[in-house]
């Protein structure tokens, strides 16, 4: 009856949490919309929410990664979830690149004006791109629940690794060859196809990790 009780408030404080890392990811976006992000304070986006500046240090560390955190809304838990929700029977590689390119590119908030701004911007497209290394823990799980190896490093090394050719291709894809007179970035490449390649020399890894697990 006691960690009944207990569990209650520790439900709902998260419950919360998350409402109000919404509430500021949200905020950030659509004031860097109607503003500019480069006139978008800390302050503006914390009174915009709701919260105090204080409270909104406790969940961003700078308003370019509450922009981003708007673009990729949860990206990494999604990603975790949709490698767990793969058949046991699908391999392991399979799982892993196609839940990748799957939440990469799947319709969402990353509207052709939201995804010039981020380009347009270094400091965005910088918190862009190593957002991708957050999908690394939650994939780590994912790994070590379909291999049932908790313990050992491998799902930890592999998630690792998915995160950091995710990061490849999309520095690739927001980066341009050469510098543009007007300044303006233009994604390059097929997203989907820029990810596949990144992934590519990991799946010999992946299918290793399913082959000591079938054993």
Known sequence: ?????????????????????KALREAALRLALERGPENVRVDDIAEAAGVSPRTYNNYFSSR??????????????????????????VPLADAVVDAIVEQYTEP????????????????LRDAFIDAARSIERPLADAIASRLGDADSVTPHVLAASVAAAVHVALERWVTPELPSPTGLVVPRGSLPDLLRSALAPLRPALDAADTRQER
């Open 1 to 21: 009856m006691l960690r009944h009780v207990t569990a209650r408030p520790s439900g709902l404080r998260e419950r919360k949490k998350q409402a109000t890392r």
């Open 64 to 89: 370019e990664q509450a922009i981003v955190a708007a673009i990729t809304a949860d990206r990494e838990a999604r990603v975790a979830a949709a490698v767990a929700a793969r058949p046991s029977d």
């Open 108 to 123: 969402d908030e990353t509207t052709r004006d939201v995804l010039l701004m981020v380009t347009t911007r270094p400091a």
